[in-house]
């Protein structure tokens, strides 16, 4: 059987996802669970439970031997489903083969850079996206292919080898230093994702760090001050991107606050005097 | 009418002295117009946008600046220029010598290829960009006045960037010639600055090169024409209006759009006699004495309005998916109205156009004017239709080949390109590989906007608003293509 990758969406311009202008593959499913998290429909593959059904008002959703079915023609993009889902996801899901993804980006290539994958976390799916990265790479060489992770799968395994080699660059998140805070925010450890960020740097495959500031919850100069120190002596960008409550799952919201211009600031200050030569505030 | 505008309260001095001459102009009648034509103009389906009654100067005039850099100006007193200062002055001085439609000049040069000679120190030099950038602002007013940069890197080319960044004027408007050999950093610094102010838009080089064999200028709102040269006249058919005269898509083919073609190419035959033979410009003009101007490279153009219309019509498409832009269906037809045009005007020989166009006038996809009604600009998806930006490109591009003297789009972009505007390169990149010719963009956060190819500042148009006074005629026209065409309501490219 060939490979199939479960996408929940494709931007086929995209500003914000590596370096000139992509196409942003987002992969359904991650293995954590952030209470900022902007798009928590991706979190999880749906469960087939039914209960969005009812609240669909085109009836572009529907249950078939026990497996939801979703008419894309019927879709009015209204998000009801994916607001009513209890489970973190949508059933709005596309199944891909590589094909399929080379077909959508066969499109776009004359104006474009490369595609980025993202998600939920991409890395989820290496085997699928390792195959389209080899046949991108065939393809189109002049194309680069970059993943954007949460670091949560310890790229160093064996079973990542082929993932990272054909990949250009690594967009990596370090949403806290600290252990607790890191639990706490994300679900999970944030030991590994330090070990990405030392292990990313020195295979020279880490573009940029990407650093959400939360006011409050989380030491942010902390984070900061040790990521800064360790991406200085490469290229390596970092983005310290301010906390925004739109996208947000509602029960989450009192409990996260956005920063103020003036801290933002102060981190990209803290950033620069540690070495790093290129930053970004977003 | 004359009274009105002597006492009019609401046009500068310099608008009144224009506004009179154009009504001495109108008050005779010296071409020669066959009924068919004057049925056509009293229709609104041919105009000449505004020409008036007898032509005494070509349209659009397209001076080669390097010559006059080489050797000054004997009728205008001027020696060759030594330093940065005598260079931007003589060129000041000779603008308000070159006429045109406007009575102010709508070519200044590739100014960053005249002044490189002069950069010594570049604090000095900037100054000296920024006051002539001014001082062009303040004193030609009205922004159909196009300076050409590229499409090579200079130091003056990115000073002037820089400038225009920091001033946010509209006048004068920019392009950037942009082919293989622009580098990366000239090409981002022009997006930066067209992110901020509107300009410059991105010719590409190779197809204009190619099409005017050699050197060209980007003149008024974006048309291309020859060095040394120019556009006689500029008559336009409203395609949309026309349409209508058709019974069906093959009728307007074969019958409606020969017929009125043929009147078109007989008034721009007409008119450019006028200028030509009985005017007595290229007997008297200075810039033809001393070399700038030859008339062998001047043309005449051959615009249209309303191809979106003029399609939709005669398909009758109204659901989205039929209509020009989506249906290739509708595509196609299109397609084939552009080429015949073009084949039409390939095939008349005229002795009203110069041997360097072998005699004939060339096709021009007009951007309209302020009063326009149900006509989009030229070949372009109307406002408010606009398909996702690749689609939009890949739509649009085969019309490019057939107007050689202008078409182009414009794209607005959200702020966060701001901060990758490599991102914009990448897409301009692909559209001239796509074979577009010509890329406009600006930002939602702009003062300085494109209206449909001319600029316009925002505020100076909430002025008018308010029944104020302001400087330049484009102002006027900027608010009545707001009002009547929804030409600030582009869609917004972001993410
Ligand atoms: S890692 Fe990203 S996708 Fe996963 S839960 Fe966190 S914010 Fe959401
Ligand atoms: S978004 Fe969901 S709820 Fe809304 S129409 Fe589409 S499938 Fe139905
Ligand atoms: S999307 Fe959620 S609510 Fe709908 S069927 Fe899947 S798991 Fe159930």
């Keep these: 059987m060939s490979l199939k990758g479960k996408v929940n969406k494709i931007i086929k311009f995209s500003n914000v996802d590596g370096p000139g202008n992509r196409m942003a593959i987002f992969f359904q499913k991650c293995n954590f669970n952030c209470e900022y998290c902007h798009n928590p429909e991706t979190i999880n593959l749906c469960k087939n439970c039914g209960l969005c059904i009812e609240g669909c008002p085109t009836k572009a959703l529907n249950l078939k031997e026990k497996k939801i079915e979703w008419n894309e023609e019927l879709c009015c993009e209204c998000d009801k489903c994916t607001k009513i889902c209890p489970h973190n996801s949508s059933p709005k899901i596309y199944s891909y083969t590589i094909d399929d993804l080379l077909e959508k980006i066969e499109k776009v290539k004359p104006f474009i850079k490369g595609i980025t994958v993202s998600g939920g976390e991409s890395t989820l799916q290496a085997d699928f996206i390792a195959e389209l990265f080899i046949q991108v790479k065939k393809k189109w060489p002049k194309l680069t292919c970059f993943v954007d992770t949460n670091g949560g799968v310890n790229l160093k395994d064996e079973k990542y080898k082929k993932l990272v080699e054909n990949t250009d660059f690594f967009m990596l998140d370090i949403k806290a230093w600290d252990k607790v805070e890191h639990l706490n925010i994300t679900g999970k450890d944030v030991d590994t994702v330090i070990e990405n960020l030392y292990f990313l740097r020195d295979i020279n495959k880490l573009f940029e760090v990407r650093s959400v500031i939360v006011s409050e919850r989380i030491n942010n100069r902390l984070t900061v001050e040790h990521v800064s120190r360790i991406i200085s002596e490469k290229e390596t960008r970092y983005k310290i991107i301010k906390y925004r409550n739109y996208g947000v799952r509602e029960n989450m919201k009192s409990n996260l606050f956005s920063p103020t211009d003036q801290e933002l600031k102060e981190l990209e200050e803290i950033a620069k005097e540690n070495g790093v030569k290129n930053t970004l505030i977003i | ?390 689609e939009h490109i890949m739509k649009s591009a085969p019309f490019h080949q057939y107007c050689p003297s202008g078409i182009g789009d414009i794209f607005v972009f959200d702020e966060t390109y701001k901060s990758n505007p490599e991102a914009i390169l990448d897409i301009i990149k692909g559209a001239f590989e796509t074979n577009l010719r010509f890329f406009s963009l600006y930002s939602d956060t702009c003062d300085v906007v494109r209206v449909t190819g001319y600029l316009v500042k925002k505020s100076e148009i909430e002025k008018l608003d308010k029944g104020e006074q302001v400087l330049r005629d484009t102002t006027i026209l900027g608010k009545g293509a707001r009002d009547n065409a929804k030409a600030l309501g582009r869609k917004l490219r972001s993410e």
């Excluded at chain 2, 049925?39 to 041919?46: A, Q, T």
């Excluded at chain 2, 002069?118 to 900037?126: H, L, P, Q, R, T």
């Excluded at chain 2, 200028?217 to 060095?227: A, E, R, T």
């Excluded at chain 2, 003029?310 to 290739?328: H, I, M, P, Q, W």
């Design chain 2, 1 to 390: 009418m004359i009274l009105e505008t002597i006492k009019s309260q609401k046009i500068t001095f310099e608008q009144k002295v224009v506004a009179l001459a154009r009504l001495a102009e109108g008050s005779i009648e010296v071409l020669n117009k066959s009924e068919a034509l004057k049925k056509y103009i009293e229709d609104g389906i041919i105009c000449d946008l505004f020409e008036g009654n007898a032509p005494y100067r070509p349209r659009y005039i397209v001076p080669d600046y390097d010559i006059f850099m080489e050797q000054g100006s004997k009728f205008l007193n001027i020696d060759k220029p030594t330093n940065i200062w005598e260079a931007v002055h003589g060129l000041l001085i000779l603008y308000k010598h070159v006429p045109s439609i406007t009575t102010m000049p709508v070519y200044l040069g590739n100014i960053d290829y005249l002044l490189e000679p002069f950069i010594k120190d570049e604090d000095e030099a900037y100054l000296a960009i920024k006051l002539f950038l001014k001082h062009i602002d303040s004193t030609i007013t009205d922004s159909f006045c196009h300076a050409n940069i590229g499409p090579k890197e200079t130091k003056a080319g990115l000073l002037i960037l820089k400038a225009m960044r920091e001033l946010e004027l509209p006048t004068p408007n920019l392009t950037i010639k942009y082919t293989e050999e622009t580098t990366g950093r000239i090409s981002v610094e022009a997006i930066k600055t067209a992110l901020v102010t509107a300009k410059p838009s991105f010719a590409n080089d190779k197809i204009f090169r190619d099409d005017f064999k050699g050197e060209y200028g980007i003149v008024s709102c974006y048309n291309g024409l020859k060095v040394g040269g120019g556009a006689n006249t500029l008559v336009r058919v409203r395609l949309g209006a026309l349409s209508k005269l058709a019974q069906s898509k093959e009728d307007f083919l074969i019958r409606v759009l020969p017929e009125v073609s043929k009147e078109m190419l007989d008034y721009i035959d007409e008119r450019s006699r006028f200028i030509i033979e009985e005017s007595g410009f290229y007997e008297s003009s200075f810039l033809i004495k001393e070399g700038l101007l030859e008339k062998e490279k001047f043309t005449g153009l051959f615009g249209f309005v309303g191809l979106a219309e003029c399609v939709n019509n005669l398909l009758g498409a109204t659901e989205k998916k039929e209509r020009f832009g989506y249906s290739d269906d509708a595509n196609a037809l299109a397609l084939e109205i552009v080429s015949t045009m073009h084949k039409i005007i390939a095939n008349h020989k005229t002795q009203y156009a110069g041997e360097f166009f072998e005699n004939t006038h060339l096709l021009h996809s007009q951007v309209g004017i302020d009063t326009d009604r149900n006509e989009s600009p030229g070949c372009r998806i109307p406002v408010g239709e606009e398909p996702e930006i690749f």
